[in-house]
């Protein structure tokens, strides 16, 4: 059965450092998502992303956060200057059509020091 | 966005039937009702969804009230494997996200 991917699953950065999370959505979906989950708290929406643009984006997506598609599989997430609190567990979703069901990754666990 | 309310916790015995209530009174008509679930270590999962009828598939069932007010999640025979936190959430037509509770804590016991 396809699967959503997510590298690395562990990533401990230094405050104020750039980090990347990869993500590989199912092949023929088109509609992808990050989420993430402070440890204990809620799964929480970050960004919706479909043709190559963002579609929606919560408050906690900031500057800081970049979405991108490089080529026909990857979509990633950067953080471009890490903060303590965004320590969380971050979870790609992608869909096949709009407000179809989504299929999660199985995470990146993200500690910055 | 429109709220769900759903108990914290609930307990079950392995191969009961396990029904997870959710509360939703401000539903408006073009609101979709979604159940997730949090398996321990992993990210969600779906489980099902409905509109106005009834609604089954190989993981549940899901019992819409006719008011739709409300819905119930129904596991026929709670394995071990269905401890999770079960999150019922509402859709509507305008977005796409997910909005996640608290959700209902399960557990499932030998």
């Known amino acids: 059965e396809p699967e959503v991917t997510q590298t690395p699953s562990h990533q401990v950065t230094q405050m104020g450092q750039e980090v990347i999370l990869r993500c590989v959505p199912i092949s023929n979906h088109l509609y992808f998502y990050w989420y993430r989950q402070i440890l204990g708290q809620k799964v929480e929406f970050l960004v919706s992303f479909y043709n190559n643009e963002i579609s929606e984006k919560s408050e906690i997506f900031d500057d800081q956060f970049s979405v991108e598609r490089p080529d026909g599989s990857n979509f990633t997430l950067k953080i471009r200057s890490t903060k303590l609190e965004d320590s969380a567990m971050y979870f790609c979703?992608?869909?096949?059509?709009?407000?179809?069901?989504?299929?999660f990754g199985p995470g990146t666990r993200l500690t910055v020091l | 966005d429109a709220k769900t309310t759903q108990p914290n916790s609930m307990e079950s015995n392995e191969e009961e039937p396990v029904h997870l209530p959710c509360n939703h009174s401000t539903i408006s008509g073009t609101d979709y009702i979604h159940w997730y679930r949090q398996l321990p270590s992993q990210g969600p999962e779906y489980v099902i969804h409905g509109l106005t009828s009834n609604v089954n598939n190989r993981m549940a069932s899901l019992a819409i009230a006719e008011d739709r007010k409300s819905s119930t999640l129904i596991l026929h025979r709670a394995t071990l494997r269905d401890a999770a936190v079960y999150y019922c959430?509402?859709?509507?037509?305008?977005?796409?996200?997910?909005?996640f509770g608290t959700g209902t804590r399960l557990q499932v016991f030998p």
């Open positions: 959430i509402l859709r509507d037509r305008f977005t796409d996200k997910l909005i």
């Open positions: 979703a992608s869909s096949e059509a709009l407000r179809s069901e989504q299929f």
